[in-house]
RNA sequence: GCCCGUGUAGCUUAGCUGGAUAGAGCAGCGCACUUCUAAUGCGCAGGUCACAGGUUCGAAUCCUGUCACGGGUACCA
C-alpha cells in the first residue's frame, strides 16, 4: 500500500494533467498537512504557483483542479479557501486502512529507499591517549542517529571512526611514558593516560631536553622503529578498549572494527600527493606543496592554499582527508560520505571537497554531505567547561545524567524494584542525554542543562519515554500480551482518534526526509507532536473501559503509537522503558 | 578586511525550503483527578520574527544593506 501523502499526490496530479494538459503530470502539487484542522487533513498549495505561471487567477486553477478531481475511495471532502488552497479531507476508512497496514508493517511505514546506496558516516573521532570528552559527545551522538535513520530506509551504512591515532603528539607521549617504565603488556586506565598525556604535554614545553628526544621519537615512529611501534600500538589497543566501553555505555554502534585512524592513511599520503602532482593541480608555495581550491581567499584576499606537504616534507590532516576521502570513494565505493565534524571546521571540509571535485577524484554522482554542528555551551554561554575551567569528560557526563535520572525516578515512582529502577535510570539517562543534543536544529549551539533535559514536560525524553510506558502499562492494566497484540480493524471517528492517526501515518515520509536532510531534530519535533496527540487521544477516548470492536480499535491504535515511539526513538539511538 | 553561521514571547525553542490567524514547552493566571501511573489535558495572557529597504497576489523564510554575537582566514586538528 503506499504512503497516503504519495496517493494524494497523484491524484492531484492526474487531476492537474486532466485540466491543463499532460506538460503538468509531473507537478509537485505540494501536499501539507493542514495548518488548521479546520481545513481538513491535508491542503495542496500548487494553484497559487501554477496560476502565475498560467496566467490565470489561482482561485480559478483550483477550481478546476478540484473539478477533475477524482476523489473515489480515497476523499471524504475537498473545499478551497484562501486564494487557491485546495483543501483535503480523507475518508476516515481509509485512515483506519493505512494505520491497520502500518501496525501489520515490519518496517513501521518505512519505505526503502528505491536506490540503496552505500553510505559512509565519519563520526565521533576521539583522540588515542586521552579521554573522551564533551567535544565528541555531539558528533558521536548525532552521527549514530544518522547511522540508524539511514540503515533503515534501506542503505548500506559503513561507519568511519577517524581516530586521532598518529602525529607529532606520539613522540612526547611515547618518549614519557618510556621513562616511566611503561610496560605495554600491562595496561593502563584512561584517566591514567590522559595524565600520561598532560604530564607529556608539559615536559614537552618545559623541558628542551625531553622536548628534543621526543622529536626524536615522532622520526623513529615514522621510521617504523619496532621498539616505538611496540608502545604504539599498546596505546592505541588501550585507548580501543576504552573507547568500546564508553560506546557500549552510551548504546552508539560504533566497535573497533569502525576504526579507520590517522595511521591508517599513513602510506597512502605520499601517493595523494603524487596523484595532486601528475594531474597538474600540485603548486609549490613557501617551501610547502599546496593546492588552491577554487574560491578561497586568505586576509589580503590572496587564493588560500591547502597545504598538503609541509615545507619539512611532514604531511597534514588535509593529506590525511583527502587519503581518506579517495579510499572511500575507491575502495568502500561509497554513494554518499557524511562528515559530522563541528562548524569550526567547515571551511576545512569546503575546501577539501572543492580540492576532490577540481581534480576529479570524486564525480558529481558521489555526494559528499557536511553534517555541521554547533557547539555544547555552559550556564555562562561559554564553551561548557567544569567549575575548575576543566574539560567535562563524556564519562562524568553520563554518570551525571543516571544519577539523576534515578533521583527523578525514586521521586517519581518509589514502587520500582531496585534493579530495575537502576536500568530505568540508565536509559532515561541516556536517553535524556541525546536527546537534549538531537531535539533541536544541530546548526545552533545549546545551553547545557540537566533540569531541561529530564524535565517531564515539553519536548524531552522523559516525556516521550513516559508516553511510552503509559501505552504499556494500559495493556498491563487490562492483562493484555503486548507483543501478541495483533489489532482487527480500526476506527477513525473521534477528533483525537483522527489527529493521531494522522501523525502516524506521516512516519515514514518522515524518516525518508531524516535521511535526506540529515537533520535529527525533525523527527524529534515529529515525536513530540506524536506523544502530544496521543495524550489527547487518551484524554478523550477511553481504551480498557470502552468495549467490542471500539476496544480493539483504540488498543490497536496505541499500540500503534507505542510501536512509532519505539521505532523512532531507536533511530535516535534511545531505548525505551516498559515502566517508569 | 574578507568568508561562513546565528539572531523568533521574560527563558528554551519549532516553523515542513514562499502560503491561510508565526506553533510549542517552561515561568504566570484559571479550570478538570473515587484515574488507563495528573510525570496529564484544556483555557487565558504573552510576538516590531535583530534593524532598514526591496522582490510579489503573499516574506520569519528569497535579495541588498546595517547592527550584535560566534567561528574561520597557509605549514595544529
Not at 498537512?33 to 490565470?56: I, R
Not at 610496560?183 to 604535554?201: C, M, V
Not at 519535533?525 to 470502552?546: D, G, I, M, Q, W
Not at 490497536?556 to 533511530?571: D, F, I, P, S
Given at each position: 500500500?503506499?504512503?497516503?501523502?504519495?496517493?494524494?499526490?497523484?491524484?492531484?496530479?492526474?487531476?492537474?494533467?486532466?485540466?491543463?494538459?499532460?506538460?503538468?503530470?509531473?507537478?509537485?502539487?505540494?501536499?501539507?498537512?493542514?495548518?488548521?484542522?479546520?481545513?481538513?487533513?491535508?491542503?495542496?498549495?500548487?494553484?497559487?504557483?501554477?496560476?502565475?505561471?498560467?496566467?490565470?487567477?489561482?482561485?480559478?486553477?483550483?477550481?478546476?483542479?478540484?473539478?477533475?478531481?477524482?476523489?473515489?475511495?480515497?476523499?471524504?471532502?475537498?473545499?478551497?479557501?484562501?486564494?487557491?488552497?485546495?483543501?483535503?479531507?480523507?475518508?476516515?476508512?481509509?485512515?483506519?486502512?493505512?494505520?491497520?497496514?502500518?501496525?501489520?508493517?515490519?518496517?513501521?511505514?518505512?519505505?526503502?529507499?528505491?536506490?540503496?546506496?552505500?553510505?559512509?558516516?565519519?563520526?565521533?573521532?576521539?583522540?588515542?591517549?586521552?579521554?573522551?570528552?564533551?567535544?565528541?559527545?555531539?558528533?558521536?551522538?548525532?552521527?549514530?542517529?544518522?547511522?540508524?535513520?539511514?540503515?533503515?530506509?534501506?542503505?548500506?551504512?559503513?561507519?568511519?571512526?577517524?581516530?586521532?591515532?598518529?602525529?607529532?603528539?606520539?613522540?612526547?607521549?611515547?618518549?614519557?611514558?618510556?621513562?616511566?617504565?611503561?610496560?605495554?603488556?600491562?595496561?593502563?586506565?584512561?584517566?591514567?593516560?590522559?595524565?600520561?598525556?598532560?604530564?607529556?604535554?608539559?615536559?614537552?614545553?618545559?623541558?628542551?631536553?625531553?622536548?628534543?628526544?621526543?622529536?626524536?621519537?615522532?622520526?623513529?615512529?615514522?621510521?617504523?622503529?619496532?621498539?616505538?611501534?611496540?608502545?604504539?600500538?599498546?596505546?592505541?589497543?588501550?585507548?580501543?578498549?576504552?573507547?568500546?566501553?564508553?560506546?557500549?555505555?552510551?548504546?552508539?554502534?560504533?566497535?573497533?572494527?569502525?576504526?579507520?585512524?590517522?595511521?591508517?592513511?599513513?602510506?597512502?599520503?605520499?601517493?595523494?600527493?603524487?596523484?595532486?602532482?601528475?594531474?597538474?593541480?600540485?603548486?609549490?608555495?613557501?617551501?610547502?606543496?599546496?593546492?588552491?581550491?577554487?574560491?578561497?581567499?586568505?586576509?589580503?584576499?590572496?587564493?588560500?592554499?591547502?597545504?598538503?606537504?609541509?615545507?619539512?616534507?611532514?604531511?597534514?590532516?588535509?593529506?590525511?582527508?583527502?587519503?581518506?576521502?579517495?579510499?572511500?570513494?575507491?575502495?568502500?565505493?561509497?554513494?554518499?560520505?557524511?562528515?559530522?565534524?563541528?562548524?569550526?571546521?567547515?571551511?576545512?571540509?569546503?575546501?577539501?571537497?572543492?580540492?576532490?571535485?577540481?581534480?576529479?577524484?570524486?564525480?558529481?554522482?558521489?555526494?559528499?554531505?557536511?553534517?555541521?554542528?554547533?557547539?555544547?555551551?555552559?550556564?555562562?554561554?561559554?564553551?561548557?567547561?567544569?567549575?575548575?575551567?576543566?574539560?567535562?569528560?563524556?564519562?562524568?557526563?553520563?554518570?551525571?545524567?543516571?544519577?539523576?535520572?534515578?533521583?527523578?525516578?525514586?521521586?517519581?515512582?518509589?514502587?520500582?524494584?531496585?534493579?530495575?529502577?537502576?536500568?530505568?535510570?540508565?536509559?532515561v539517562g541516556m536517553g535524556s542525554l541525546k536527546y537534549a543534543d538531537l531535539s533541536g536544529d544541530r546548526v545552533k549551539d545549546y545551553v547545557f542543562d540537566w533540569d531541561r533535559m529530564l524535565a517531564l514536560d515539553g519536548n524531552t525524553a522523559p516525556y516521550l519515554l513516559y508516553s511510552y510506558a503509559r501505552i504499556r502499562s494500559i495493556f498491563r492494566k487490562g492483562d493484555i500480551a503486548f507483543d501478541g497484540f495483533a489489532g482487527g480493524q480500526v476506527s477513525v471517528a473521534a477528533s483525537a482518534e483522527?489527529?493521531?492517526?494522522?501523525?502516524?501515518?506521516?512516519?515514514?515520509?518522515?524518516?525518508?526526509?531524516?535521511?535526506?536532510?540529515?537533520?535529527?531534530?525533525?523527527?524529534?519535533?515529529?515525536?513530540?507532536?506524536?506523544?502530544?496527540?496521543?495524550?489527547?487521544?487518551?484524554?478523550?477516548?477511553?481504551?480498557?473501559?470502552?468495549?467490542?470492536?471500539?476496544?480493539?480499535?483504540?488498543?490497536?491504535?496505541?499500540?500503534?503509537?507505542?510501536?512509532?515511539?519505539?521505532?523512532?526513538?531507536?533511530?535516535?539511538?534511545?531505548?525505551?522503558?516498559?515502566?517508569?
Open positions: 500500500m503506499h504512503d497516503l501523502q504519495t496517493l494524494l499526490e497523484q491524484r492531484i496530479r492526474t487531476a492537474t494533467a486532466a485540466a491543463f494538459g499532460d506538460e503538468h503530470a509531473a507537478i509537485d502539487p505540494l501536499i501539507r498537512s493542514a495548518s488548521n484542522p479546520q481545513h481538513g487533513d491535508f491542503q495542496a498549495n500548487l494553484a497559487m504557483a501554477l496560476g502565475k505561471k498560467l496566467g490565470q487567477p489561482p482561485r480559478k486553477v483550483a477550481e478546476a483542479i478540484v473539478d477533475a478531481l477524482d476523489t473515489q475511495g480515497l476523499l471524504a471532502g475537498v473545499s478551497l479557501g484562501g486564494p487557491g488552497f485546495i483543501n483535503l479531507t480523507v475518508e476516515p476508512g481509509v485512515l483506519a486502512e493505512h494505520a491497520v497496514a502500518m501496525l501489520a508493517d515490519d518496517g513501521g511505514g518505512v519505505p526503502r529507499a528505491g536506490t540503496p546506496q552505500t553510505v559512509v558516516v565519519d563520526y565521533s573521532s576521539p583522540n588515542v591517549a586521552k579521554e573522551m570528552h564533551v567535544g565528541h559527545l555531539r558528533s558521536t551522538v548525532i552521527g549514530d542517529a544518522l547511522v540508524r535513520t539511514l540503515e533503515a530506509v534501506g542503505h548500506t551504512v559503513v561507519r568511519q571512526n577517524h581516530l586521532g591515532d598518529w602525529g607529532t603528539q606520539f613522540g612526547m607521549l611515547i618518549e614519557n611514558l618510556k621513562d616511566a617504565g611503561f610496560d605495554p603488556q600491562a595496561g593502563a586506565s584512561a584517566g591514567e593516560l590522559t595524565a600520561l598525556y598532560k604530564a607529556a604535554k608539559k615536559r614537552f614545553d618545559d623541558d628542551a631536553d625531553f622536548n628534543t628526544r621526543a622529536r626524536a621519537r615522532v622520526v623513529k615512529l615514522q621510521a617504523g622503529d619496532e621498539e616505538t611501534l611496540a608502545v604504539w600500538r599498546a596505546l592505541v589497543a588501550l585507548s580501543n578498549d576504552y573507547f568500546e566501553t564508553v560506546y557500549g555505555r552510551m548504546g552508539v554502534k560504533l566497535t573497533r572494527d569502525d576504526v579507520r585512524g590517522e595511521s591508517f592513511y599513513n602510506d597512502k599520503l605520499a601517493a595523494v600527493v603524487g596523484r595532486l602532482d601528475e594531474g597538474g593541480h600540485l603548486k609549490e608555495s613557501q617551501g610547502a606543496k599546496v593546492v588552491f581550491p577554487e574560491g578561497f581567499a586568505d586576509r589580503e584576499g590572496e587564493p588560500l592554499p591547502m597545504i598538503v606537504q609541509k615545507s619539512d616534507g611532514g604531511y597534514l590532516y588535509a593529506t590525511t582527508d583527502l587519503a581518506a576521502a579517495v579510499y572511500r570513494v575507491e575502495e568502500i565505493k561509497a554513494a554518499r560520505v557524511i562528515y559530522v565534524i563541528g562548524l569550526p571546521q567547515r571551511q576545512h571540509f569546503q575546501m577539501f571537497s572543492t580540492t576532490l571535485r577540481q581534480c576529479g577524484w570524486v564525480d558529481d554522482a558521489v555526494r559528499l554531505d557536511y553534517v555541521g554542528f554547533g557547539s555544547v555551551l555552559g550556564a555562562d554561554k561559554k564553551m561548557f567547561k567544569t567549575r575548575s575551567g576543566e574539560t567535562v569528560r563524556l564519562v562524568d557526563l553520563l554518570d551525571e545524567a543516571e544519577k539523576r535520572a534515578a533521583a527523578a525516578i525514586a521521586e517519581k515512582n518509589p514502587d520500582l524494584p531496585g534493579s530495575e529502577a537502576a536500568a530505568v535510570a540508565k536509559a483522527r489527529g493521531l492517526v494522522l501523525q502516524l501515518l506521516g512516519f515514514g515520509a518522515m524518516v525518508e526526509s531524516v535521511a535526506q536532510s540529515l537533520e535529527p531534530h525533525r523527527l524529534c519535533n515529529y515525536l513530540y507532536e506524536l506523544a502530544t496527540r496521543y495524550h489527547r487521544f487518551f484524554e478523550a477516548c477511553p481504551v480498557l473501559k470502552s468495549e467490542g470492536e471500539l476496544r480493539d480499535s483504540r488498543l490497536a491504535l496505541c499500540k500503534l503509537t507505542a510501536l512509532t515511539l519505539e521505532r523512532g526513538l531507536g533511530l535516535l539511538g534511545i531505548e525505551v522503558v516498559e515502566r517508569m
